[in-house]
């Protein structure tokens, strides 16, 4: 009995979340904070949520009016699927969101990705061992906390790792541009 519930349960398809209130689709400093710091509260994070972060981070900004115009932006940028057409407030995929950071990363990945492009499941595999992502498959849904981290895992892949800059590069100094000095 408990056997059958596990499984019922287990196959359900994830709840949905919700999209990004208009306070916080801004692109100015107090929105994007507003933004940020209400993000680790949501128990599942929506698609608009995901792009609105992925954007912010990305640009620094989101002039997006709405979720359309943020899905067009980022099919435009080969960051989503041609052929991507799910609703604002359902739950972000792994899948989804890590062919968008495999672009964001510049990575091509193993020969998989390098001859079919990226696709969700592979993209979520190249990013586990890249060690973005957890251990997880591409259909799995993501909390607000756990985008916020995976985000924050994206800008340290991109900031490298120190112990591998030269003693002349401070640890205040180690910026983007710093890395990609020390990576030339």
Not at 131 to 137: A, F, G, L
């Amino acid at each position: 009995m408990l056997l059958a519930a596990a499984i019922v349960c287990g196959c359900g398809a994830p709840r949905a979340g919700k999209p990004v209130a208009k306070a916080l689709s801004g692109s100015d400093p107090d929105a994007q904070l507003a933004f940020w710091g209400d993000l680790p509260d949501e128990e599942v994070a929506s698609n608009d949520e995901a792009f609105h972060a992925i954007l912010l981070y990305v640009d620094n900004k989101d002039d997006s009016a709405d979720y359309a115009a943020r899905v067009a932006t980022l099919k435009k940028r080969s960051m989503l699927p041609k052929n991507f057409n799910e609703p604002a407030e359902a739950a972000v995929t792994r899948g989804t969101l890590a062919v968008a950071i495999l672009q964001i990363l510049h990575e091509r990945g193993g020969i998989t990705l390098h001859l079919f492009g990226p696709s969700p499941r592979y993209a979520t595999r190249e990013l586990m061992f890249l060690n973005v992502y957890p251990s997880s498959t591409p259909n799995q849904a993501m909390s607000g906390n756990e985008l916020v981290g995976i985000i924050g895992r994206v800008e340290d892949y991109q900031r490298g790792n120190p112990a591998d800059y030269p003693a002349s590069v401070m640890p205040g100094e180690s910026s983007p541009a710093s890395t990609q000095a020390v990576r030339e």
